[in-house]
């Protein structure tokens, strides 16, 4: 009886030690709900994206505003009689050497 009492007892420790220890075990858990986590954030990213696309295609569909205004920004589109002006900031402008300062050192 003993005997077979030690037998179950190291098969208990060896199911136990496989649980905590082994292929599906606790710390393999703990890294697939990590990895779990990880892809519902890429998965909420995409589907944010996806709706901004989804909700332009519509507004393509609908109507003539958005396509007029992708051409304006994206292609550069200017309707006949019309005056594209174009503005850009200026440069701060680099203080000339001294005519000393070049003297001395040639």
């Known amino acids: 009886m003993r005997v077979v009492t030690l037998i179950l007892i190291a098969m208990l420790a ?3 030690a ?3 220890f082994g292929k599906g075990g606790v710390p393999r858990v703990w890294s ?10 890429i998965n ?8 901004r696309l989804a909700a332009e295609v519509r507004d393509l569909q609908e109507g003539l505003e958005m396509v ?3 051409a304006r920004t994206e292609l550069g589109m200017v ?3 019309e005056v594209y002006v174009q503005l850009t900031t200026r440069l701060p402008s680099v203080p ?3 005519a000393a300062t070049e003297s001395s050192v040639h």
């Open 96 to 98: 000339a050497p001294n």
């Open 32 to 41: 697939l709900r990590s990895q779990v986590h990880h892809q519902q954030s």
């Open 14 to 16: 060896i199911v136990h």
């Open 68 to 70: 007029e205004e992708k």
């Open 18 to 20: 496989e649980l905590w």
């Open 44 to 51: 909420a990213e995409a589907q944010a994206r996806n709706e």
């Open 79 to 81: 309707k006949p009689d």
